[in-house]
């Protein structure tokens, strides 16, 4: 069965700082794989997705992710964060089938400190 | 603009009540989809439609019901069976021509007192 894992419930950095949210998989094969951010009491924007070729897929809002095949890891990561990406931040799984239905982490909320 | 509707943003109801939320899509979207989302439990599915006329039920269907009459439209139900109905609801979409690429509405917090 499929599932995702968000080891890190919350995370707090420093404007400014490099960030990194950690996501691990368990899929048979290669999934399709997405990160999505919400903000509170707001719907999920995508902020990118791994479908196939190059591991390291570029998003919106300066982030990037890397799929690890080997690890079943597929992390975000973002440079240098502003204050306005306080926010929740989901990974997800989907089957390469005929439904798109996703399989969510329990997400990872990031706090940002002046 | 192309998007998802859902209304109202938020919903109270007793105890007891059946209660539906609305979902409308102007994105030509074959798929439609209902989501749970509960504090420190992600989102979980509820039901899903890939097709007018057709739906199956998701991981934690107990309790809800949708109909399917409309491409353009996925009403949830949620019943007076659901023991813990208070929740953040949330409508997508998706096209198989779009390579799995779910659209989310902005949701619907029910509260049932």
């Known amino acids: 069965a499929q599932s995702v894992t968000q080891p890190d419930i919350h995370i707090t950095v420093s404007e400014g700082a490099s960030l990194e949210l950690r996501c691990n998989y368990s899929y048979g094969a290669t999934p399709y794989l997405f990160w999505y951010v919400q903000s509170p009491g707001q719907g999920l924007q995508l902020l990118l997705k791994y479908f196939s070729g190059d591991t390291l897929v570029q998003g919106i809002k300066g982030f990037e992710a890397e799929f690890k095949r080997s690890q079943s890891s597929f992390n975000l990561r973002k440079p240098s964060v502003h204050w306005s990406d306080a926010a929740e931040y989901f990974c997800?799984?989907?089957?390469?089938?005929?439904?798109?239905?996703?399989?969510f982490g329990t997400g990872t909320l990031l706090a940002v400190q002046p | 603009d192309g998007g998802i509707t859902q209304s109202p943003k938020y919903l109270f109801r007793k105890e007891g009540q059946n209660v539906t939320l609305s979902c409308e899509q102007n994105?030509?979207?074959?798929?439609m989809y209902w989501y749970r989302q509960d504090p420190g439990q992600g989102l979980r599915l509820i039901y899903y439609?890939?097709?007018?006329?057709?739906?199956q039920k998701g991981d934690i269907a107990e309790g809800y019901s949708v109909s399917r009459e409309k491409k353009e439209s996925f009403p949830l139900t949620v019943t007076s069976a659901q023991k813990n109905p208070t929740a953040f609801y949330l409508c997508a979409s998706s096209s198989p021509g779009d390579s799995h690429l779910v659209v989310f509405g902005p949701g619907t917090r029910l509260t049932v007192l």
């Open positions: 994105l030509n979207h074959d798929a």
């Open positions: 997800a799984v989907g089957a390469r089938g005929a439904t798109n239905k996703l399989i």
């Open positions: 439609s890939q097709i007018v006329n057709d739906f």
